[in-house]
Every structure is written in structure tokens, then in C-alpha cells.
């Protein structure tokens, strides 16, 4: 990989939760990060986007540790899509996106991709799982917009395909694919192991709180590796840049 890292981490420790040795992430890379229920994927995300401030000291962006980065800089650079995010005020979709839009515009190209123009008048409070779903990754997108459209930006999505039907799951994960293709990078959980076949070009898999395999995703999705990481059979062919993926089956 030639170009700079734009997040590294380094020497991560969250309590007995998660552990880090070393990972980096580059522009251009859309990274699934992959594991059983409480590996420790969403510990990983919010702590590399610098939710805590005792571990900032081990992840740089941009070369230079989050701990030195003024919160409001931090801000325009990466965002994090958490789960189980709830609004309670009986506000509308639009008021919601211009909370967190630099403008009051929302772009053309987010409208489309999540199909948010017929949700804008809605309450929030009225909306549908995926529905809501979607607005949350367009609210989480909206809040570096400026840095995304330069392509430089690093985008945290903790299991964005919460609730979202296959067709929105595609449309998604395409928009994402359109985004890493300017130079941004995305790293999102996923327990979908379809999805990140077709889309990731990397991959972090986690069995309690360790970094197992990392790297190109063809390196990481083996049937050895998904199949120590979650105790089911797998059973996969990879050829020609391409994976045929069969439903696991239980270990009797
Ligand atoms: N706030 C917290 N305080 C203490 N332990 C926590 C906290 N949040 C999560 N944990 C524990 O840390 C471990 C990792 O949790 P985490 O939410 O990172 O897992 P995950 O891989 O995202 O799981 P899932 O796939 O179920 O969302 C789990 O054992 C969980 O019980």
C-alpha cells in the first residue's frame, strides 16, 4: 500500500474487552470488521473514532494521536453511525439532517443513494426500522460531507445494515463502494458474511477482544478462519476475485 495510513492503531488495551496490537487503515479501503456477538467489534469502532478519551492516545489520525486533536476538528473529519441510536422529539426528517448538514441543503447524491426525499417531511418518531436506519446513516454522512466530498474522509458504521431490506443493504453498501472509490475510507461491522464477501476490500476479524486475521479480505475470509471464528462449518469457493458463499452449518 504506497499511500499514507489514515488511521493507525497502536498498543490498544480496553479493559479486558479488546486488544490491539497494531492495525492500520488506508485511504480507499472499505474494511468489514467481522466476529461472534461481543468480540468486541463495536469497542473497536467507537474507540478508533476517539468516543474515549483515556485511549486516544493510541490512534492516530493522520500521523498525529486523537488525544492532540481539538474535539470540533476531529468532528469534520470522521464521523461514527453507532447502534441504537433514538430520537424522542416529534421533529421531521429534514429538521433532523439540517441539525447536522453544514448546509440546509441535503446533496444530491445521499437523497438518491438512501431514497431519503419522500422521508423528509415525516416525524422521525413515525418512521419504520429501516427506515430510520437510513436516516441515520444520512445524518452520520452529513456531518463530514465537506471532508467526504474530497475524498478524505474516515467514516465508522457500527452494523449499518440494521433493519435495512436486501434492496437498501445493496444500495447502501454501493453508495459506500462509490464513496471509498474518491478516497475515503469506511470500516463497518457487518454480520452479514454475503455482504462483506462481495464489498469489503479488507477485513479485521475479532474473537474475544483479538485481532485474529487482518489484511485483504481473500486472506481473512478462509473457511479455517470463519470457522474457528464462529464455530460453525463454512463453506466457501473463492475464484476469480469472486466468492460462492454457502449457508454455514452448526458443528454437531
Ligand atoms: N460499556 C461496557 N462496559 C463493560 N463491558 C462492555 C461494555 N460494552 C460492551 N461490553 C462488553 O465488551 C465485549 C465486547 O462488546 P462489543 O459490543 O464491542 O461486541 P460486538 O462484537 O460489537 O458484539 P455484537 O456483535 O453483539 O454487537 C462484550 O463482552 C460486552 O459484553
Given amino acids: 500500500m504506497s499511500a499514507a495510513p489514515v488511521l493507525c492503531i497502536e498498543h490498544l488495551e480496553v479493559d479486558n474487552r479488546l486488544t490491539v496490537q497494531h492495525l492500520q487503515f488506508y485511504p480507499g479501503q472499505l474494511v468489514h470488521v467481522v466476529g461472534s456477538n461481543g468480540a468486541g467489534k463495536s469497542t473497536l469502532l467507537s474507540c478508533a473514532a476517539g468516543l474515549y478519551a483515556e485511549h486516544r492516545a493510541h490512534v492516530m489520525l493522520r500521523n498525529k494521536p486523537l488525544s492532540e486533536w481539538p474535539l470540533n476538528l476531529l468532528a469534520q473529519e470522521r464521523c461514527l453511525l453507532e447502534q441504537g441510536v433514538t430520537c424522542q422529539f416529534e421533529i421531521s426528517v429534514r429538521e433532523v439532517l439540517n441539525f447536522y448538514g453544514v448546509t440546509t441543503d441535503i446533496p444530491e447524491q445521499l437523497a438518491v443513494a438512501l431514497e431519503l426525499k419522500s422521508l423528509l417531511n415525516r416525524p422521525i418518531t413515525q418512521l419504520s426500522g429501516g427506515e430510520l436506519q437510513r436516516v441515520h446513516i444520512a445524518r452520520c ?81 478462509t473457511a479455517a478462519n470463519l470457522s474457528r471464528c464462529f464455530g460453525c462449518e463454512f463453506n466457501l469457493i473463492y475464484s476469480e476475485n469472486a466468492y460462492e458463499f454457502y449457508l454455514p452449518r452448526l458443528i454437531p
Fill in 141 to 221: 454522512l452529513l456531518q463530514i460531507w465537506t471532508c467526504i466530498s474530497r475524498g478524505e474522509a474516515l467514516i465508522f458504521l457500527d452494523e449499518p445494515m440494521q433493519g435495512l431490506d436486501v434492496k437498501y443493504q445493496l444500495a447502501v453498501m454501493d453508495f459506500l463502494t462509490a464513496l471509498v472509490a474518491q478516497g475515503n475510507c469506511v470500516i463497518m461491522s457487518c454480520h452479514d458474511l454475503q455482504l462483506t464477501a462481495r464489498y469489503a476490500t479488507d477485513c479485521v476479524m475479532l474473537e474475544g477482544g483479538r485481532v485474529t486475521a487482518s489484511g485483504i479480505k481473500s486472506a481473512v475470509l
